[in-house]
Nanobody
Framework: VQLQASGGGLVQAGGSLGLSCAASGLTFRMRTMGWFRQAPGKEREFVSTISSGGSTFYADSVKGRFIISRDNAKNTVYLQMNSLTPEDPAVYFC????????????????WGQGTQVTVSS
């Protein structure tokens, strides 16, 4: 299984950035996929998930600003990040959900390598 995240970079506060995560080696269309982020010195935190049926969940901190979506034909999950703030910089990871609470990293079995998001004020 391989999850390849891309799209990170530097953006000004208030700007937008889109992340992609291409999956291979798993039955993507049947898996709930998620995004987490980890800032320096902090624990990895839940950002968003999208189920196989398209149901979405968001952390309160990103609700209304971030949009998760998926394209099963391309085995890819996306995270559109809008109105970025100085609280959003982190390494963003995509992951495939396995079991348990969607809010905890241990509920996910496969992880991408992470992509850095930096926000300038």
């Amino acid at each position: 299984v391989q999850l390849q995240a891309s799209g990170g970079g530097l953006v000004q506060a208030g700007g937008s950035l889109g992340l992609s995560c291409a999956a291979s080696g798993l039955t993507f269309r049947m898996r709930t996929m998620g995004w987490f982020r980890q800032a320096p010195g902090k624990e990895r935190e839940f950002v968003s998930t999208i189920s196989s049926g398209g149901s979405t969940f968001y952390a309160d901190s990103v609700k209304g600003r971030f949009i998760i979506s998926r394209d099963n034909a391309k085995n890819t999950v996306y995270l559109q990040m809008n109105s970025l703030t100085p609280e959003d910089p982190a390494v963003y990871f995509c992951a495939s959900y396995y079991a348990g609470s969607r809010y905890y990293a241990q509920s996910y079995d496969y992880w991408g390598q992470g992509t850095q998001v930096t926000v300038s004020s």
